[in-house]
């Protein structure tokens, strides 16, 4: 019966695990050539791009190369960026659930200055 006990919150921990079950690799890339600078946590940014960047095999590999900085940079021709990744709640919900078929979404935010 104790080894029941331990099994059930092994189990309950692992489900409420869950959400945070994958990964999602993004890169901070500038184009060749452009000198590009990481901007602070604090300073106030000119351009904010909020996207939807899709991996398969549970986050390891991007369906296409939009996690990565290059495209912002290069459309706002950003100098100095930052960028951050994290899971709406409503996305905490479906990735365990997508992650059965190896497919995992992530929001990322990039922010910078001309």
């Given amino acids: 019966m104790r080894g029941y006990r331990t099994l059930r919150r092994l189990l309950l921990v692992g489900l409420l695990a869950a959400p945070g ?3 999602g690799t993004m890169h901070l ?25 899709w991996f398969y095999q549970w986050g390891a590999k991007a369906f296409s190369d939009s996690n990565s900085t290059r495209q912002d940079i290069e ?12 899971q709406k709640w409503f996305e905490m919900l479906m990735n365990p659930v ?5 497919i995992q979404r992530r929001t990322v935010i990039v922010e910078g200055n001309p």
């Fill in 29 to 53: 890339v500038a184009p060749p050539g452009r000198e590009v600078y990481i901007m602070p946590a604090d300073k106030p940014a000119q351009v904010h791009v909020e996207r939807t960047v």
């Fill in 98 to 102: 997508m992650s059965i078929v190896s």
């Fill in 75 to 86: 459309r706002y021709h950003l100098r100095e960026v930052r960028f951050d990744t994290y």
């Fill in 21 to 23: 079950i994958g990964c």
